[in-house]
């Protein structure tokens, strides 16, 4: 099985569990501020290791729940339950995301919203799609007309910037949304449904499999400063490409 099959599948895998416990009484713990993990992270993790594992044993795999590896080789990105504070409040607001990263460069990317069941699903150079379906990103001209998404970091100092940033940007867009998860919020601006994301304190998984889907789609993804994006660096800016530079006036205005 090729790498997206596989991720496909696990992406699946993990979803199922996921909504599986979502009625159930749940399991749920402070990591960390503002940080919560639930008993259904930790089966997703599991569900996606078993799969990318069962079919390629000598894979290296980081993930939020405390699995990491080098970034020499294949490495599996995972996030098994994106949007952790939306579940334990049965908002339906979440993920599983997947990136896969070949010789530090990212090549594969899934997202399964398993409420809604929509995969979203790119591999490098042969575009991106949900459910089977093309994706791109919209066509939307001036930041004036935007709907623009962010997410709020965890820790005051990051929080404030990023307030500090939603003020300056404020009046040169249309409106605001938060989702709650970072990568649904990536995989709407490839789906045309937002026309840009931002976001001040993101972790590798979070953005490491949506930005493959958001590439493939006709995106652009930087820095919040406009420097060049890795999927290692906490700040990023999407949008649909054309209102880009715009946005990026605007956040250091």
């Keep these: 099985m090729s790498l997206i099959e596989v991720a496909v599948e696990a992406a699946r895998a993990a979803g199922a569990e996921i909504n599986q416990r979502l009625p159930q009484d749940r399991d749920i713990r402070t990591k960390g501020f503002r940080d919560l993990v639930t008993d259904a992270d930790v089966a997703a993790q599991d569900q996606l290791v078993a799969v990318i594992k069962g079919r390629f044993p000598h894979h290296g795999i980081c993930s939020e729940e405390g699995l990491q590896a080098g970034d020499q080789g294949t490495v599996w990105v995972l996030d098994p339950l994106d949007g952790t504070t939306n579940y334990a409040h049965r908002y339906p607001a979440f993920s599983v995301a997947i990136g896969v990263v070949q010789d530090g460069e990212l090549v594969v990317?899934?997202?399964?919203?398993?409420?809604?069941?929509?995969?979203?699903?790119?591999?490098?150079?042969a575009g991106a799609r949900l459910n089977g379906d093309t994706l791109r990103v919209s066509q939307t001209q001036a930041p004036i007309d935007a709907l623009v998404a962010l997410d709020f970091a965890r820790e005051p100092a990051a929080r404030a910037a990023q307030m500090a940033a939603m003020v300056r940007l404020s009046t040169h867009?249309?409106?605001?949304?938060?989702?709650?998860?970072?990568?649904?919020?990536?995989?709407?601006?490839?789906?045309?449904?937002?026309d840009a994301y931002f976001h001040c304190a993101l972790c590798p998984w979070d953005v490491a499999?949506?930005?493959?889907i958001l590439a493939e789609?006709?995106?652009?993804?930087?820095?919040?400063?406009?420097?060049?994006?890795?999927?290692?660096l906490p700040?990023?800016?999407?949008?649909?490409?054309?209102?880009?530079?715009?946005l990026l006036d605007a956040l250091r205005t």
């Design 209 to 212: 499999g949506p930005a493959v």
């Design 173 to 194: 867009i249309s409106t605001f949304r938060s989702c709650g998860s970072a990568a649904l919020s990536l995989c709407y601006v490839a789906a045309g449904w937002l």
């Design 109 to 125: 990317g899934v997202v399964y919203d398993p409420v809604r069941q929509q995969l979203f699903a790119a591999e490098r150079g």
């Design 235 to 246: 700040s990023c800016l999407a949008s649909n490409r054309v209102l880009h530079a715009g």
């Design 217 to 232: 789609a006709g995106g652009q993804l930087t820095a919040l400063d406009g420097a060049p994006w890795h999927y290692q």
